[in-house]
C-alpha cells in the first residue's frame, strides 16, 4: 500500500463529502465541513481505502484500482511515490541477497578448511567476487566492423601526436617475488569470475589514443594498418555475449601490451580490499567466491604459489 508522503497538490475549497464551501482553516486542514456525516463518511472511505493516497479525495469506482484521483498533480506524485518504492524495494532485495552470498561463502569457507585440516581460517580472508555469465557467441560483423572503426578513428589521430623522446624514461623496477606472486593470485582471482568487469569493454575495449600511440611507440616498424590488423586479429571466434568484443572463455584475448590503460591497472571493489587488507609480510592466502545474484557459482583457496580450486562450489549446501 502507498503511504501518503507528501502535501495535497492543491487544498480544496469545498467539503469533501457534501461538497459545502469551506473556511480557510477547514480547506487547510481536514477538508470537511464539520459535520458529524461527513467525518463518520470520510472516515469510513478511509478505512477502506477510498480515498486518494496523495490528495486525500473520495475515489470514483474506476479510480479505485491505482488508489489515486485522476488530478494530473495526483497521477505524476503516484507515479514518482511508485517508482520510488519499487527503487528502494530493488535496493532491499539486492542488499539481502549480497548478506545472502557472505553468509554462504562464508560456510563455504569454513567447510572447506575444515575439509582439508587447515588451522586459522580467518588468515584466508574471505572475498566474494562477481561471477561473469560464460554464453559464448560469435562476433557479428557489425561488432567486428564497430571495433575496426574505434581502432581507425584512433590511429587517424595518433598521426598527429608527436613522437616518442630518443631518451627512454627510466624503466621501471621490476617487480619483487612478492608483488608477482600477487600479481598471480589477482589474476587467479579474475579467472574464478571470470572477466565481469569486462562487460562495459563493449566494441572499443577502452582502447584510446593513448595505448595506440604508447604501442606504436613500442613498434616503430608498424604502420598504422599492421596495427589495425594486430588488433583485429586478436578477435575470437567466440567471445562471451554481452561483454567485450576481446572477452573469451579464458579470458581476455588482448596481451598486457595491447590492452588500455585502464584495464591493466582497474579492480573490482573487492579485489581492492583484497589488496588494502593484505597484511605486509608472510604468505598471500585468501578464499575468493564468485556469486551472482545470490548463487555461488565457483570458489577457490590460494595460499601463496598454491591454489585450490573448490569442485562443485556452486552446488546446494549439505
Ligand atoms: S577485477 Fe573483479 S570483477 Fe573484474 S574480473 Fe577481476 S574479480 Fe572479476
Ligand atoms: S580488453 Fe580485455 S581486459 Fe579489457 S575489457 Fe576487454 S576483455 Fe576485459
Ligand atoms: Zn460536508
Ligand atoms: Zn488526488
Redesign the pocket.
Known sequence: MMTKTMAPPEVTSTCLICQAPLSFWQAQNSGLCGRPECEWRYALLRQQHEVCVVCGRPLSARELSIQTCSAPACQRAAVAERGRMVYERNQARYAALIQQEIEQAARLRDRVMTAFGFREPDSFRLTV????TTRLVKPTERRRRALRDHLNALLDQTAGWPAPPLTAEEPAPPPTPRESRLQAV?GQ??????????EGGGDHAYLKVETLHRYQAAHPDQRPRDVLATYLERVGQRTVEGSCIYHQADGCALPRTLRADLCNR??????VEFQRDLPATGPIRGF?V?AHYGAIHAAMLVHDDQVLIVQGAGAPEP
Do not use: N, Q, T, V
Open positions: 567476487i562477481p561471477a561473469a589477482l582471482a579474475c579467472a574464478c569470475c571470470r572477466g565481469f568487469c569486462c582497474h579492480f573490482c571493489k573487492a579485489l575468493f564468485a
